[in-house]
């Protein structure tokens, strides 16, 4: 399984970045995705989610209301919108997917390509 993240960059804060992750080497539908970020020195967390049959995306807190999932099954991508961008958001930010039932959860995916900084200037 590979995923490719790509497109995050420096941004001024209350701008807008979108982040794009291509997935190879797995049947992209029958996996929830997500996106998880890493800030030096803390945990990485889940911020956002997208279950395999569709419905209502996960959000973390800290994020939503400024932060948009999406998938493309049919070219095995899923994409992060991002706007009104803080200086807190700064971070790697890494793809992933999973089959595990707890896609809400950061434990829920072992599975992550190589992340993509995102710096945030205030």
């Known amino acids: 399984v590979q995923l490719q993240a790509s497109g995050g960059g420096l941004v001024e804060a209350g701008g807008s970045l979108g982040l794009s992750c291509a997935a190879s080497g797995l049947t992209f539908r029958s996996y929830h995705v997500g996106w998880l970020r890493q800030a030096p020195g803390q945990e990485r967390e889940l911020i956002a989610a997208s279950r395999r049959s569709g419905g209502e995306p996960y959000y973390a807190d800290s994020v939503k209301g400024r932060l948009t999932i999406s998938r493309d099954n049919a070219k095995n991508t899923m994409y992060l919108q991002m706007s009104g961008l803080k200086p807190e958001d700064t971070a790697v930010y890494y793809c992933?997917?999973?089959?595990?039932?707890?896609?809400?959860?950061?434990?829920?995916?072992?599975?992550w390509g190589q992340g993509t900084q995102v710096t945030v200037r205030g």
């Open positions: 992933a997917a999973s089959q595990n039932v707890r896609w809400r959860m950061a434990v829920g995916y072992k599975c």
